[in-house]
């Protein structure tokens, strides 16, 4: 009986770490609700891109609200990668940069409203550039 107790105490301090650390492990990049929204944001800018190919701007314009709450959700969020020992001021880039992705869609409205396919490539291109230099700065490695 003396000899269970210090048993019970070990038993409790191994599973609780185990716990702990399957915690930590689960928790990867792709487990992320910013990963969620990018995911959303992907697929929707893949179908646009393709009906503004095709001239159809009313096709575009319905993916535009779920655009705007995706970009709008992941303002709020902290990248993976800053998620420990991100710096304020690394933070509040990422924020920017989102806030620009948000104007680039605003800029795409205007596009399709104005039915400008010209206008829309543009935009187009330049939310694949926010994208890239997003990604290459706020990204993951592991992601
Ligand atoms: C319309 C433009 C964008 C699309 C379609 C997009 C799409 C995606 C996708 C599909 C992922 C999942 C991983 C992968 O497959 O690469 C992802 C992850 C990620 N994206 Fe984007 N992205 C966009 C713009 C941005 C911008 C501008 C930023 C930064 C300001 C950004 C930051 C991130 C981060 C940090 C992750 C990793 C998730 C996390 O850290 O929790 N993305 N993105």
Known sequence: MKLMFPMKKTLIITLSSFVLST???ADTCSETAL????????????TLSRSVRSNDFS??????????????NAQ?????SLRDNGSEARINQYRQAINDLATL????????AANDQR?????????????????STFKARSC
């Open 59 to 72: 096709a575009a314009q319905a993916l535009m609200p779920e655009l705007h709450d995706a970009v709008a």
């Open 35 to 46: 990963y969620g929204y990018m995911e959303s944001m992907s697929s929707n800018m893949q």
């Open 23 to 25: 915690a930590a492990v």
């Open 76 to 80: 709020s969020q902290t990248p993976f």
């Open 105 to 112: 869609f605003d800029e795409l409205d205007e596009a399709l």
């Open 119 to 135: 206008m829309a490539a543009t935009v187009l291109n330049n939310i694949g550039q926010a994208r890239r230099s997003g990604h």
